[in-house]
């Protein structure tokens, strides 16, 4: 977990915004991705309540690097008893052990490897959420499944309405970068016909723009890129003109998201996440960034390449109603969310 006081008080403080949590307590739950940017940030919170709370539950992350998990969760993978296995999204895997809950949380996360591994990056997406669904089907033990999809999903409409969750645009299909949407939607649709199927209780989370604190020094992603130049001194680099609106929302606000829905969501039924006070454009967020740093914003002409990895929706801006009809609230609005992410990264990092 990371070492940061500030960190621990935003965990205690989405603690009180999470309806049903006590559920979790002497259960087992299984998290995919578990070092990525969300799902580092969901063991973090269990690691938390544990610790902070005295709840009792049987934590399993599946990774694809064993060591980094160690790096990543440290001292409390003995404390907390978390059981650390090696987890591949793209091949079939034979999972073990008897989960009440599983969060699948692994995905490809940067444009980089939609442009440069199209393949894995649909394997992961559809193969991945596949041997979930099948585990749930032959262990009869779990409770609910919860699959995080995209925000991408959406593809593009002509007008800046926030998406709804039953509103779809278009996806170019033939795209190179559509590797990623498309193999998002067929996971959904996937989750959708086990449960009918098989009736499998799994619920679909769409996370807009998430940034924060457990994003790691080699996430490329814009947001993540802005923070780690401030951070290191530079101004923030702008490749476009950044006009393009996004659901931006803090890491926490994100995750108390996902225990909202996976505690509180219906069966087949998709949520956007989405924070309402920090839906913004790109060159906003980075000028947000600048502001609580003391940096410029600079601009510079992306190359060829740079620009075959960027998301083509203009717009990607989502509705919250259906999440917040479930009792959730973002407690963390742009300014907020990016001031601590700021101030936390600057105390890890020194």
């Not at 680099?237 to 909202?260: A, H, N, P, W």
């Not at 917040?324 to 101030?343: M, Q």
Request: some cysteine.
């Amino acid at each position: 977990m990371l070492n940061s006081e500030l960190y621990l008080a935003d965990l205690n403080k989405i603690h009180s915004v999470i309806k049903n949590i006590e559920e979790l307590n002497n259960k087992s739950i299984f998290i995919t991705g578990a070092t990525g940017l969300i799902g580092s940030a969901i063991v973090d919170y269990l690691i938390y309540i544990i610790k902070h709370k005295n709840y009792k539950i049987n934590i399993t992350v599946g990774v694809r690097s064993i060591s980094s998990a160690n790096i990543r969760f440290g001292k409390y993978i003995e404390e907390c008893g978390i059981t650390c296995i090696k987890y591949d999204a793209t091949k079939p895997t034979a999972l073990n052990g008897c989960f009440d809950f599983i969060i699948h949380a692994a995905s490809p996360a940067t444009p980089s490897e939609y442009v440069n591994n199209p393949v894995d990056t649909m394997l992961a997406n559809f193969v991945g959420i596949n041997s979930i669904l099948e585990y749930a089907v032959k262990s009869k033990n779990t409770k609910k499944v919860l699959y995080i999809s995209s925000s991408e999903v959406y593809g593009i409409k002509s007008d800046c309405k926030p998406y709804s969750e039953r509103e779809y645009g278009y996806l170019d299909i033939l795209n190179n970068r559509a590797c990623y949407p498309s193999s998002k939607r067929a996971a959904e649709t996937l989750c959708v016909s086990y449960a009918n199927q098989y009736g499998i209780d799994v619920s679909i989370v769409r996370p807009g723009h998430i940034y924060g604190p457990t994003a790691t020094n080699k996430d490329v992603r814009a947001s993540s890129q802005f923070f780690s130049d401030v951070l290191s001194g530079k101004n923030i680099v702008m490749k476009s003109k950044g006009e393009q609106i996004r659901s931006y929302c803090y890491v926490l606000d994100c995750v108390s998201s996902v225990f909202t829905v996976l505690l509180n969501g219906q069966t087949r039924v998709a949520y956007n996440i989405s924070n309402p006070n920090s839906v913004c454009s790109i060159y906003e967020l980075a000028g947000c960034i600048a502001k609580h740093s003391g940096k410029q914003v600079v601009c510079e002409e992306a190359t060829d390449k740079e620009k075959s990895g960027y998301n083509l929706m203009n717009n990607s801006s989502l509705d919250s109603s259906l999440i917040e009809a479930l009792g959730w609230v973002g407690l963390f609005d742009l300014n907020s969310g990016v001031a601590h992410t700021l101030k936390i990264l600057k105390h890890i990092w020194n």
